[in-house]
């Protein structure tokens, strides 16, 4: 049973608790009376950082699961770009704010011991979580084919994962708007409260509205630890779209865009030479306005891609010889500027090519890979 002395659940809307249930409600529960989102809520709420950990998983105020998944996800950079101030979420391991969301349901698919998951379609979220799922069983489910991303079909065909147009009768279907997604989503607050990033405003882009909600639920999460912060959540969202769940929260304000406001900002940017979608020029453009603010946005630089692979080569080797015996992943965290996959990819080939060397030593109880000159 996972809700235990430690955990239970409680309804974002109507504040409906829930003590008991089986390990399901914990990725498909709603609120019995309202419907509404779960919550997870802790019984004795204490904020401490364990530096030693990497990524999300070095925060108390997460479930606590036997086994902690992780490839690298969280502590994503806070720069200054142009006049706004933008924590970049695509330093993900994926590029996509949602691993931080896979890396919560994988741990807790693990702890269940699930041997075949069924995945609701939704763009981006899926990618992210077959991504942390490698080695289950694993079906897609959607409505119709019509219904996909083509680049995601391709995935998909390619990983040998089977499509579902039915709602299975014996299993749960994993979505993306479940308690442990919101879990995964609030260490954005955690983490830009740890670095004291001093600002008014959080800005995320709202589609759903869910990451807004689990931005708000990582604030009230400190505040019930004895911690007062002067975060708000902003949620930058289209005319006309304001979502249910973000009726009547303290402190989760919506400021709306024209869907012509929005396609002027957005191309604005991409002149600029600015890698990014629309729902992240949305966050980035009310910053721009509201001010005081940090955007919360996934967001590349065209710049940076020409000669790419020997670019990211040079930081390496600069790296390496300032700070010599250092994972791949703590190369990548020393700066940066490139994807955690580009950095990866940089070392396996200049391991090939002789052009890097490493030392395996064990730390803990994994043995790990130590890079130095050669
Ligand atoms: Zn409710």
New binding site residues.
Partial sequence: MILSSEIYLK??????EISAGNNEIMLTG???????L?FIKYRKPVFKVNKNERGIWRYSLLPPFKNRVTLGEGLTPVSRVEEILVKNEKFNPTGLYSDRASALISSFLRDIDAKKVYVGYSEEFTKSLIYYLAGVSLYIVASSIFDIDPEDIMLFAGKGLDLVYEYPNDAAVVYYENPLTIEGLKTIVFELYEKSVKTENIVVPAKSGILALSLYKGIEDLNEAGIETSFQVTAATLKGFNPQILRNLRRVKVFEVSEVELYEAYRKLLRKGFKIKPLAALSYHVAEIIGDSVAVVTMGYKTRTTGRGSDVKKLVLDIVSRKPLITAYEIWKEKPVYTLRAVYKAIKSMELNGEICFEVKTRGVRKVKLYKLC
Avoid at 11 to 16: E, F, R, T
Avoid at 30 to 36: A, K, V, Y
């Fill in positions: 309804c974002s809307q109507c504040g409906y709603r609120c019995p009376r309202c419907h509404g779960l």
